[in-house]
C-alpha cells in the first residue's frame, strides 16, 4: 500500500482506537446552551509537540485537562509537524486500515459551536507542516456552550492523546490562568523531547551495523529517525531494517535513491506490521561498494533519512 498520491506523511495508528473511541462516548450530559457570556475567554491548546530538530514527535494536548466557563472558547494550536486531530465522539468510518482512518481524520465535521450531544465531531487534520494539495489546518476553534465534562482525543493518537474540557458555570472562578497553562506545557515539553532523546538512545544502544532501527515509539514519544543513520557494512554484508521498536505503530519506509537490485529500485514499502498486516522487517544485501542514501518516504522532511557505506 502506497500512501504517497495520499498523504505524503506521518501518522500513528493505535490498535485499539476503536474499542477506545467507543469507550470515550457520552462522558458527560449535554446540559442548557448560554451563548451569551460578556466576560467569555478564548483558551489555547497545543496539539503535539516536538524537538527544534523535528526527530522527536509527542503525544500530548497541552494541557490535557482545563477547566473553562461555558460561552467560553478554546482555540487549538497545531504545535508539531506530526498529524493530530482534535475529536470526540465515534468515527463514522469503523476503522480497520489506513483508508478507514483516513475517511474519518480528513473531513473537518461539526460547527463552530462544540454540540456533545452529536455522534461526531472532527477537527480535521492539524498539523504545522502543510502537505501539498492534502487538507490540513495550523489552527481549530470551539466555543462551548453546554456544561460538563468532556474528553478529546486525537484520532491518530488516542489511546495515548486525550485532553478533557470541564466547562462550568458562567463566569465561575476559574482555578488556573492561561499563564498557568503556558507554563506548564513549556516544562511537560521539555520533560517530553527528554524522553524522546532517551528512547532514542536507548534504541540506539540495541542496533548494530547489521540492525537498524526504523524509528521508535513508545506511548508518550516518537522518534522519527533510523537508528542508527549513519551505517558502515561489509560488501556482502546484509542489514535488517526493523519496525519492532516502534510501539505506537508509525508506518515508514526504507526507500533506496539510487541503489538497484534486480533492476529495480530497492524499496521496502510500508513497513506497517501489526495495522494492517505488512512487514515489520526488511533486509538488504549490499553487493556494490558505495554510500547508498535511503529515506522514509512519509517523514524524510522531519529529516528520516539514512545511509549505508559498503566498504570492501
Ligand atoms: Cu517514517
Known amino acids: 500500500m502506497s500512501l504517497r498520491p ?3 506523511r506521518p501518522y500513528a495508528v493505535v490498535l485499539a482506537l476503536v474499542a477506545l473511541v467507543v469507550g470515550l462516548v457520552g462522558t458527560a450530559p449535554a446540559q442548557a446552551s448560554v451563548t451569551t457570556n460578556p466576560n467569555a475567554t478564548t483558551w489555547r491548546v497545543l496539539v503535539g509537540e516536538q524537538s527544534p530538530d523535528l526527530a522527536i514527535q509527542g503525544m500530548r494536548f497541552l494541557p490535557g485537562e482545563i477547566w473553562i466557563d461555558q460561552g467560553d472558547s478554546i ?7 506530526e498529524v493530530h486531530t482534535v475529536s470526540f465522539g465515534t468515527p463514522p468510518t469503523p476503522i480497520r486500515g489506513i483508508g478507514d482512518l483516513l475517511a474519518d ?11 456533545p450531544t452529536a455522534p461526531w465531531t472532527n477537527s480535521g487534520i492539524l498539523t504545522t507542516m502543510p502537505v501539498p494539495d492534502f487538507p490540513t489546518s495550523t ?12 474528553t478529546f482525543f486525537c484520532l491518530f493518537h488516542g489511546e495515548v492523546m486525550t485532553l478533557t474540557v470541564h466547562v462550568q458555570a458562567p463566569n465561575a472562578a476559574y482555578p488556573h490562568t492561561q499563564a498557568f497553562y503556558d507554563a506548564q506545557a513549556a516544562a511537560e515539553t521539555a520533560g517530553i523531547v527528554a524522553h524522546g532523546y532517551g528512547l532514542w538512545a536507548a534504541t540506539a544502544a540495541q542496533a548494530t551495523p547489521t540492525h537498524v532501527f526504523v524509528g521508535a515509539a513508545d506511548g508518550l514519544t516518537e522518534v522519527m529517525r533510523f537508528i542508527w543513520q549513519d551505517d558502515v557494512v561489509h560488501l556482502g554484508q546484509t ?12 508506518p515508514h519506509t526504507v526507500t533506496f535513491t539510487t541503489l538497484m537490485q534486480h533492476g529495480m529500485p530497492v524499496d521496502s514499502g510500508t513497513l506497517l506490521e501489526a495495522f494492517v498486516g505488512g512487514p515489520s522487517t526488511f533486509s538488504v544485501t549490499f553487493d556494490q561498494l558505495g554510500i547508498w542514501n535511503y529515506f522514509c518516504e512519509f ?3 522531519m529529516g528520516m533519512v539514512g545511509s549505508v557505506t559498503v566498504v570492501p
Not at 489552527?139 to 468532556?150: I, M, N, P, V
Open 105 to 115: 481524520a480528513v473531513p473537518r465535521v461539526g460547527g463552530p459551536v462544540f454540540d
Open 6 to 8: 495520499v498523504l505524503k
Open 299 to 301: 517523514h524524510d522532511d
Open 75 to 81: 482555540k487549538f494550536l497545531a504545535n508539531a509537524a
Open 139 to 150: 489552527s481549530y476553534l470551539q466555543k462551548f456552550a453546554a456544561r460538563g465534562d468532556f
Open 239 to 250: 542489514v535488517t531494517f526493523d519496525l519492532s521498536a516502534d510501539h505506537m505503530v508509525v
